[in-house]
């Protein structure tokens, strides 16, 4: 039965925002505002989430992307360990600020992910970056991670490429880039759980 599901999950994962435009949440330093709510689909299910946070991902004092933090609406944790690890609807909503090339950005989460999980993770990294690589992002661009309760991953690279990734401990290393303990910043940790 589970097979049958991830099947149709297969056929589309979308999100849409609710509300207002006066319900969004801006990032300093970018013109990007987040909705506080967002339905997101996955096959003929919808979820509804709530905004757990937002924060501008730096890398030298650049700005390289925004991103917020979506889970589930009834989700009560109030940790950034208790959102990483929660097996419930999540996503990560990246918004370029820049351009960067496929091969750099693979190489900045492959290197976030060891940082926390060392060589674990080998043919799923391959996969992550053998998706990620192969296409450029722009300034404007979007990428969502979603967090498939039961399942692993689905990575989307918005107009370019999607595809879903199993194994709930990799989803989890995932979301430890932004939250777990070696993050890729604790401004960016703080800001993505400053509204548990």
Do not use: C
Not at 133 to 140: E, I, M, R, S, V
Not at 148 to 159: E, I, M, Q, R, S
Not at 170 to 178: E, G, H, M, T
């Amino acid at each position: 039965m589970k097979i049958v599901w991830l099947f149709s999950l297969a056929a589309w994962v979308t999100t849409v925002s609710l509300g207002h435009a006066e319900d969004a949440v801006p990032v300093k330093g970018s013109q990007v505002k987040y909705p506080v709510a967002v339905t997101a689909t996955l096959g003929d299910k919808q979820f509804a989430q709530k905004l757990t946070g937002v924060a501008m991902r730096k890398k030298a004092f650049v700005d390289v992307y925004t991103i917020g933090s979506y889970v589930a609406q009834d989700f009560k944790g109030k940790t950034a360990e208790d959102l990483a690890s929660a097996d419930v609807i999540k996503q990560l909503h990246l918004v370029m600020e820049r351009s960067v090339s496929g091969s750099d950005m693979a190489k900045a989460f492959e290197t976030a992910i060891r940082a926390n999980y060392g060589n674990e993770f080998d043919a799923d990294l391959t996969r992550l970056n053998a998706l990620i690589a192969q296409h450029d992002l722009n300034k404007g661009d979007q990428v969502w991670i979603t967090h498939v309760p039961g399942y692993g991953l689905h990575f989307n690279l918005v107009g370019k490429r999607q595809e879903f990734i199993p194994g709930l401990k990799f989803a989890k290393a995932v979301w430890d880039i932004y939250l777990g303990p070696k993050n890729v910043g604790e401004a960016v940790k703080k800001g993505l759980t400053s509204r548990l």
